[in-house]
């Protein structure tokens, strides 16, 4: 199901598809089954999980599962729920209307359940910069690299100096990581860096967002389940939003017509996220999936509801075969890059990754916590 294919909002129409989720009643048939399964281990159609992270981290210790070097075993958060979800953002003006209280109340108890229909599995990590240990001549400093495996490693000296400034990040970080992109990407003609988030949990300045002033805010949490952030509808949809009604452009502004914009799209284009921490990451690592993981992989779509767009993301459940990667004790000029989309349809590229915050067991106890600044771009041909 889609509410928007040509960049109108279908606000309206995805709010109350929300609603009659609820009504159904299926989710919560899957949050009553967690709570009323009894402790321990819960058997699914994909394998055993686990609601807690520390029974799931035990079950991996005593099952002796070993990584190979530079690698971690660890849990993984995935949904277990297969229908799809609805989020209404934060910045959605039906949070701040006293007239929509009780709906408010229903929502913000769904999205808490939503969250809880999530189980822990065991995955292993293996260490992306040892990517030729397991894939002979391929670098994951490539081109490459990103085609076969929706993945890879870039290099960045940044000269900001602040990324919790949000006018500074679009000032001079988002030109770095158009010209990383391009420069990275042979063929490319065009990137457009749109958004970006900073992650730091232990941040004590203002966390307030402001999209109409181009400030993200600061997360406190970081997304702790396996997700995507586009799936097939909305790659096209959002490029094209952007393109042509420069909607909740934090970059460059865009005045294609549409008649350009549909020029642009019918050649190859690329969503791609880059992660950059600010110093070396102690705990909360940013992980990735390869494509050919999961390439014959349904997804499962979340809708994102804005005043103004219906955004579309995609969860994932648990297959033990996922190839998980992870840069250890990742430093501030190293940028992990993923696809979130790829206009190639064909199987000869990978169409995205997929990723995850987690806990890294092996970790410090007083390890400093993530501290990164992520943009979301596309890149055209």
Known sequence: MSFDRDGDAGTAEATR??????????????????ENAPPGPIETKWGVGFRHYEECLAHIRESGMQAPDGGVVLPLRYTIHEQPSYSIVSSNA??????????AQALRK?????????LYFPQVLRDARRLEEYYPGLSP??????????????HCESKCENFYDAAEVER?????????????????TDALVYNHD???????????????????????QYANIVHNDLNDNSGRVRARELLIHNLRNFGRTQHYTAEEADAKL???????????PMEPVGQYPFVLCAWPSF??????????????????????????????????????????????????????????????????????????????????????F
């Open 17 to 34: 598809a929300a609603f009659e989720q609820i009504a159904v009643g299926e989710g919560q048939a899957v949050t009553d089954m967690l």
């Open 110 to 118: 769904e999205e808490h359940d939503t969250a809880r229909r999530c």
């Open 172 to 188: 001079v970080f988002y030109p770095e990581m158009e010209k990383l992109l391009l420069d990275f990407f042979p063929g490319a």
């Open 94 to 103: 039906l949070w701040r209307d006293p007239s929509r209280e009780a709906d």
């Open 198 to 220: 900073v992650f730091d949990k232990d941040y004590t300045g203002d966390r307030t967002e402001d999209q109409d002033n181009k400030n993200p805010g600061v997360n406190a």
């Open 141 to 154: 400093a490539s081109p490459e690299c990103m085609d076969r495996l929706g993945l890879a490693l870039a």
């Open 266 to 276: 019918s050649r190859r284009f690329m969503s791609i996220n880059l992660a950059k």
């Open 295 to 380: 390439a014959d992989q349904p997804y499962i779509t979340n809708y994102r509801i804005y005043d103004d767009r219906v955004g579309e993301t995609t969860r994932f459940t648990y297959r033990p075969e996922h190839e998980w990667y992870w840069f250890p004790q990742q430093t501030s000029t190293e940028v992990s890059m993923l696809k979130c989309y790829d206009s190639i349809t064909d199987g000869s590229v990978s169409r995205w990754s997929f990723h995850s915050a987690c806990v890294d067991p092996t970790a410090a106890e007083d390890a400093s916590c993530r501290k990164n600044v992520v943009v979301r771009s596309f890149v055209f």
